[in-house]
């Protein structure tokens, strides 16, 4: 079975800082990675996938992920973070033959605070 | 593009009453449908995959007799709680993909209060 970790539970960052949230997952075959971004109440965000390919993904709001088979990592970052990016960071990785049927397992969480 | 709507953001109801939650695909096709539950401060639990037309797919521990799945169209997932107690009270999150690889968008999510 898949499972994801991600083992910063809670990063604090100043604003205009670099950000890097680390992912790894386990997965025997190639997986489907996926960054989702929750603030708080609402529901989950899409901000990058990765399916294939080029190995660095860029994603919306400035983001990007390198997906590094041989560290099994799909690690996030953003180059200058804005004080609107706190919220709740999920990494997730889908499991299946690609088709309809595939299932995602979440990461626990990175919650994300911005200094000012 | 890809957009998921979830209705109601908000019930309060109470124990023993029947709540229904709607997902919605606004501008795709969702062949596939995911139900998720969230507790405070933690990541998603899968409840339950439906496609359209067939019965659901419930994950191991989850009451189908008590969370009822309906994927109607391809536009159109419910979830109802039945005779629903306090401890039914969560926050629940559907989700919709499209045909072959596509990533799962998100609805807003419900919170879900039974007194």
């Known amino acids: 079975a898949q499972s994801v970790t991600q083992p910063d539970i809670h990063i604090t960052v100043s604003e205009g800082a670099s950000l890097e949230l680390r992912c790894n997952y386990s997965y025997g075959a190639t997986p489907y990675l996926f960054w989702y971004v929750q603030s708080p109440g609402q529901g989950l965000q899409l901000l990058l996938k990765?399916?294939?390919?080029?190995?660095l993904v860029q994603g919306i709001k400035g983001f990007e992920a390198e997906f590094k088979r041989s560290q099994s990592s799909f690690n996030l970052r953003k180059p200058s973070v804005h004080w609107s990016d706190a919220a709740e960071y999920f990494c997730a990785v889908g499991a299946g033959s690609g088709g309809s049927n595939y299932k995602l397992t979440f990461g626990k969480g990175t919650l994300l605070t911005v200094n000012p | 593009g890809a957009v998921v709507s979830q209705h109601p953001s908000w019930v309060i109801c109470k124990s023993g009453t029947s709540v229904k939650i709607e997902c919605r695909s606004l501008d795709f096709q969702a062949t596939t449908m995911f139900w998720y539950r969230q507790f405070p401060k933690q990541s998603l639990m899968l409840m339950a995959t439906s496609n359209e037309g067939s019965k659901a797919t419930y994950e191991q521990g989850v009451e189908k007799d008590k969370f009822l799945i309906n994927h109607a169209s391809l536009t159109l997932s419910t979830l109802t709680v039945t005779s629903a107690h306090p401890e039914d009270s969560s926050f629940y999150i559907c989700?919709?993909?499209?045909?072959?690889?596509?990533?799962?968008?998100f609805g807003d999510g419900t919170r879900l209060s039974i007194l």
């Open positions: 989700s919709a993909k499209g045909q072959g690889r596509q990533p799962q968008h």
């Open positions: 990765y399916f294939s390919g080029d190995t």
